[in-house]
């Protein structure tokens, strides 16, 4: 790990007291910026992550039709660029939280609304009978997905870098405000790490310590060239020139870098792909770097919905799911499983979207286990509709339906938590709640979660969509 610069004089001994001492500072001086303007930071939380919806429909709509009206009145229209607020056209509100429940900083990143667009694809004129569309709802998915690709390309690491044609969580640069470098330097201190020498900050965080600036990553690089082949096959786009699968390729365990998520399953130079494309850093220094299984499904999706899978790090990649999963380490340790998710049924998800939609069908040992644990875990409300519940109900249920819909499995199941979904859906606005997605682990234990309204609102769209597709032999 790399020394943490810029802590000097305010570092105190590792104690556990001056530890405790130095979390209690951290925490007056955040709150102390949120109090005091000149500190730039009034508006930095907010009690909710965006919108509350549209107003109640004057007629009755079908559940897609409610879900897709949810998504076209709280998209961002325009770039909103008002300080601690800043948001750009394309977006849908998304926030990051300290603690479960708020308060919430809003966030600008291409990695929700790609999920979301990868939704929207399925609200298509093709499937217009099958889901009983209007002319309009099509041209609002597609007015939607044009929107969130242009948003997607301003996080694209520029033509004159080294690490051209990569994309970024968050975006480049950052401005300081008045008092932030103190605030930055007290929050350094407090947070023991990553340092992953980057350069990517959250817009909306201005005092952000730039020691724990990220670089591009191949989750956020997957996804959004899945998005692109999308926008190409759909809706007109350019087709995708780019040998992207080279980014992945060069960023493999190879024993290279510092190793974060030292797993038994994972074992020495594993091959398989890392979450990090540091170009920018040196290489006599290279910051902590990891292997984690979700990444490496959403990497092996891409890849198989480009016919790439001959690309160096597959066949590692697919032998570290399967031995992930059949050696039970989602079932024993979960919340060490990935870095970047919680125990939220995104794995289920992940792994059969490589199998079903990227043609990864090597992965079928970890999908027939992954399928056998959402049966066993199932829960049956009153009404008999099934559910799963692990702290985030709807979003869990959405991700598991995607997920049996992808292996093949159990009808009669899928039926029920379709059932629970729609019974689940906010009858005026369409929406439905907002569950943590994925998450950040600082070295001190410090774990910010990422939610959104509208990406819940997507993934039972998704699933609904799917599961009529399948209920009319699609």
Same mark, same amino acid.
């Given at each position: 790990?790399?020394?943490?610069?810029?802590?000097?004089?305010?570092?105190?001994?590792?104690?556990?007291?001056?530890?405790?001492?130095?979390?209690?500072?951290?925490?007056?001086?955040?709150? $102390?910026?949120?109090?005091?303007?000149?500190?730039?930071?009034?508006?930095?939380? !907010?009690?909710?992550?965006?919108?509350?919806?549209?107003?109640?429909?004057?007629?009755?709509?079908?559940?897609?039709?409610?879900?897709?009206?949810?998504?076209? %009145?709280? &998209?961002?229209?325009?770039?909103?660029?008002?300080?601690?607020?800043?948001?750009?056209?394309?977006?849908?509100? &998304?926030?990051?939280?300290?603690?479960?429940?708020?308060?919430?900083?809003?966030?600008?990143?291409?990695?929700?609304?790609?999920? $979301?667009?990868?939704?929207?694809?399925?609200?298509?004129?093709?499937?217009?009978? $099958?889901?009983?569309?209007?002319?309009?709802?099509?041209?609002?998915?597609?007015?939607?997905?044009?929107?969130?690709?242009?948003?997607?390309?301003?996080?694209?690491?520029?033509?004159?870098?080294?690490?051209?044609?990569?994309?970024?969580? =968050?975006?480049?640069?950052?401005? =300081?405000?008045?008092?932030?470098?103190?605030?930055?330097?007290?929050?350094?201190?407090?947070?023991?790490?990553?340092?992953?020498?980057?350069?990517?900050?959250?817009?909306?965080?201005?005092?952000?310590?730039?020691?724990?600036?990220?670089?591009?990553?191949?989750?956020?690089?997957?996804?959004?060239?899945?998005?692109?082949?999308?926008?190409?096959?759909?809706?007109?786009?350019?087709?995708?020139?780019?040998?992207?699968?080279?980014?992945?390729?060069? =960023?493999?365990?190879?024993?290279?870098?510092?190793?974060?998520?030292?797993?038994? =399953?994972?074992?020495?130079?594993?091959?398989?792909?890392?979450?990090?494309?540091?170009?920018?850093?040196?290489?006599?220094?290279?910051?902590?770097?990891?292997?984690?299984?979700?990444?490496?499904? !959403?990497?092996?999706?891409?890849?198989?919905?480009?016919?790439?899978?001959?690309?160096?790090?597959?066949?590692?990649?697919?032998?570290?799911?399967?031995?992930?999963?059949?050696?039970?380490?989602?079932?024993?340790?979960?919340?060490?499983?990935?870095?970047?998710?919680?125990?939220?049924?995104?794995?289920?998800?992940?792994?059969?979207?490589?199998? !079903?939609?990227?043609?990864?069908?090597?992965?079928?040992?970890?999908?027939?286990?992954?399928?056998?644990?959402?049966?066993?875990?199932?829960?049956?409300?009153?009404?008999?509709?099934?559910?799963?519940?692990?702290?985030?109900?709807?979003?869990?249920?959405?991700?598991?339906?995607?997920?049996?819909?992808?292996?093949?499995?159990?009808?009669?199941?899928?039926?029920?938590?379709?059932?629970?979904?729609?019974?689940?859906?906010?009858?005026?606005?369409?929406?439905?709640?907002?569950?943590? %997605? %994925?998450?950040?682990?600082?070295?001190?234990?410090?774990?910010?979660?990422?939610?959104?309204?509208?990406?819940?609102?997507?993934?039972?769209?998704?699933?609904?969509?799917?599961?009529?597709?399948?209920?009319?032999?699609?």
């Amino acid at each position: 790990m790399r020394d943490a610069p810029g802590c000097g004089e305010l570092a105190l001994p590792p104690t556990r007291w001056s530890s405790g001492l130095l979390r209690v500072v951290g925490a007056i001086s955040a709150t $102390i910026a949120v109090c005091v303007s000149g500190c730039g930071a009034i508006g930095l939380f !907010s009690d909710e992550c965006g919108s509350l919806g549209p107003p109640a429909p004057s007629e009755p709509l079908t559940p897609t039709a409610m879900a897709l009206r949810y998504l076209e %009145f709280t &998209q961002v229209k325009v770039d909103y660029l008002v300080e601690n607020k800043t948001d750009y056209a394309g977006d849908w509100p &998304q926030c990051f939280q300290l603690a479960r429940g708020g308060p919430y900083t809003r966030d600008i990143t291409p990695f929700l609304p790609a999920f $979301i667009h990868r939704a929207l694809t399925l609200v298509s004129e093709e499937n217009r009978g $099958i889901l009983g569309l209007t002319d309009a709802e099509i041209d609002a998915a597609r007015t939607m997905r044009t929107s969130a690709i242009q948003l997607m390309l301003r996080f694209k690491a520029g033509d004159e870098t080294p690490d051209a044609g990569t994309f970024g969580f =968050w975006p480049v640069g950052q401005r =300081w405000r008045p008092g932030d470098l103190l605030l930055a330097s007290i929050l350094d201190c407090c947070w023991r790490g990553p340092e992953f020498g980057g350069y990517r900050v959250p817009a909306n965080f201005s005092f952000y310590p730039r020691d724990f600036a990220i670089a591009t990553d191949a989750d956020v690089t997957a996804v959004v060239y899945a998005a692109l082949l999308d926008n190409h096959i759909l809706d007109g786009g350019p087709p995708v020139t780019v040998a992207f699968g080279r980014f992945f390729a060069d =960023w493999r365990d190879l024993g290279q870098v510092p190793q974060r998520n030292n797993q038994p =399953w994972i074992g020495e130079a594993s091959g398989a792909f890392l979450t990090w494309l540091a170009y920018r850093e040196d290489p006599g220094n290279p910051g902590p770097n990891d292997v984690d299984i979700l990444v490496n499904a !959403s990497v092996l999706y891409a890849l198989g919905r480009y016919g790439r899978l001959e690309t160096p790090g597959v066949s590692e990649a697919i032998a570290l799911i399967n031995e992930a999963i059949i050696s039970e380490a989602h079932l024993s340790n979960p919340d060490r499983l990935s870095l970047y998710y919680p125990d939220n049924i995104a794995l289920h998800y992940f792994v059969t979207r490589a199998y !079903s939609e990227g043609g990864v069908t090597a992965l079928a040992p970890a999908v027939d286990l992954l399928a056998r644990d959402l049966l066993a875990t199932k829960q049956t409300d009153v009404a008999g509709r099934c559910f799963w519940d692990r702290g985030e109900p709807h979003l869990n249920t959405a991700f598991a339906i995607l997920a049996l819909l992808a292996a093949g499995q159990d009808p009669d199941v899928v039926q029920g938590a379709v059932d629970y979904l729609v019974s689940e859906q906010d009858p005026n606005t369409g929406a439905w709640e907002a569950g943590v %997605f %994925f998450l950040g682990r600082t070295d001190d234990g410090t774990e910010p979660l990422w939610s959104s309204p509208a990406l819940t609102t997507a993934m039972a769209l998704e699933a609904l969509c799917r599961y009529q597709f399948t209920s009319n032999g699609g």
